[in-house]
């Protein structure tokens, strides 16, 4: 006997708004309750708006505020990966720890590429 759920995938608009729906969700949560995300998002809202007043082509503002965007969305993966790996085990395992510093350097490879793009861009 079968005793899988039949999954029903929704389409068109209604998966669009579903979509939408945990995408929000998510970002609430991390702007609630994750202090990195909360201050990189303030970095990103002050050095975006300076970004936006440079004299410099609005393509250039584009690359610096996606460099930005860059950051937050590696702070969402690498609170992604500590959220499923405390939801496996609390407990300390040397694989459970290297899975969160892999995921930590790839926020700070998102800095530093934003850093660098910056000085490319308004400084070089």
């Known amino acids: 006997m079968n005793n899988s759920k039949t999954v029903l995938k929704r389409q068109g608009l209604m998966r669009l708004i579903f979509t939408l729906r945990h995408t929000f969700n998510g970002l609430k949560w991390m702007t609630r309750f994750e202090a990195a995300?909360?201050?990189e998002l303030a970095v990103f809202l002050v050095l975006?708006?300076?970004?936006?007043?440079?004299?410099?082509?609005?393509?250039?503002?584009?690359?610096?505020?996606?460099?930005?965007l860059f950051v937050l969305f590696a702070e969402l993966v690498n609170t992604a990966v500590e959220v499923v790996v405390d939801?496996?085990?609390t407990e300390h395992h040397e694989l459970s720890g290297l899975a969160k510093d892999i995921a930590s350097a790839s926020v700070f490879i998102a800095m530093l590429i934003s850093a660098l793009i910056w000085w490319a861009i308004l400084w070089a």
């Open 37 to 39: 995300f909360q201050q």
């Open 48 to 68: 975006g708006v300076f970004a936006w007043l440079q004299d410099i082509t609005t393509s250039n503002k584009l690359i610096l505020i996606a460099s930005l």
């Open 87 to 89: 939801r496996i085990s």
